[in-house]
């Protein structure tokens, strides 16, 4: 057992086949992971519960993260350019613990936005669907 | 030209008519990515199968490889790199420099960037090791 602290994790993007870091993040949420289900409730159902069956699919929320933008740094200019010239792309969450577990997967649709306020600095925000199965290590 | 640093595996690079089709490569990690989220091989198979280790001086061979630059991971091997990326020769070396130590940096996560050589080095490797098998 062991508690790890998020300091040190690290998303990277699929840049020239070379996994690259964004640098700096802020927060990222990684793509959540769920297998889908659906209601076989019926009017002639003996029972009082809601029956669901698996439908044999796992879907995927999408992932968001938050980062510092600078316009002119080659990471985040290839996130926006992936919007304009729609294209997959491969990412990676790399975790602070021990053995620097990762989580991949593969994002669709992009959206990139820019966040400005007055007490705070440039930001962005980035968010990500994603096509297939993300992979979690141990 | 870039750093040591984990790239797509050479068996996974579909060409065709020698030139990279992007798309089918994407597909055939997400081949390997199914094989691995159904337990059909282990994550350790995943990575060495979808990713290698490169090492420092490895030339990436890639229509995007000038971003590589643009950022300070690589330098650029060809003309028609160095025209791409748009930077002179003395921005690419600043770039060289900056982007070697934010490197080091987010790998030990110290925000102010820096943080100790052999910190950083101990954390890659320990990426990268994997890799290696």
């Known amino acids: 057992m062991a508690f790890s602290k998020c300091k040190g994790t690290v998303l990277q ?26 209601e076989n409730l019926t009017l002639d159902q003996a029972g009082v519960g809601v029956a669901r069956e698996l439908t044999g699919y796992t879907d ?28 997959k792309t ?18 669709a649709g992009l959206k990139f936005k820019a966040v ?14 994603i096509d297939g199965v993300p992979v979690v290590t141990a | 030209m870039i750093r040591s640093q984990e790239i ?7 060409m065709r008519g020698g030139v990279l089709d992007q798309e089918a490569t994407l597909r055939a990690r997400q081949v390997q990515m199914n094989l691995c989220a159904s337990r059909q091989i282990t994550w350790d198979e995943y990575k060495r ?16 490889a000038y971003y590589l630059v643009m950022m300070g991971a ?10 791409k990326c748009g930077m002179t020769a003395p921005k690419i070396e600043a770039a060289l420099i900056a982007g070697e130590k934010l490197h080091k ?16 080095e101990k954390a890659h490797e320990t990426r990268l090791e994997r890799l290696d098998g």
């Open chain 2, 8 to 14: 797509t595996h050479p068996d996974l690079m579909i």
């Open chain 2, 49 to 64: 199968r979808t990713s290698i280790r490169a090492q420092e001086g490895h030339i990436v061979d890639h229509p995007g």
């Open chain 1, 13 to 38: 993007i699929d840049i020239a086949s070379t996994m690259t870091t964004i640098a700096q993040l802020i927060e990222v949420d990684a793509p959540s992971m769920q297998s889908t289900s659906f």
């Open chain 1, 116 to 129: 400005t306020a007055a007490r705070d600095g440039m930001k962005a925000e980035i968010e990500g669907d």
């Open chain 1, 60 to 87: 995927s929320d999408p992932f968001t993260a938050m980062i510092f933008w600078d316009p002119a740094l080659a990471p985040h200019i290839k996130l926006s350019d992936d919007i304009a010239t729609p294209a």
């Open chain 2, 105 to 120: 940096a987010q790998l030990t996560g110290q925000r102010q960037h820096d943080a100790a050589d052999g910190d950083a």
């Open chain 1, 90 to 107: 491969t990412w990676q969450i790399v975790f602070p613990n021990t053995g620097a577990s990762e989580i991949d997967w593969v994002s």
């Open chain 2, 74 to 83: 690589a330098e650029p091997y060809d003309d028609e790199c160095r025209q």
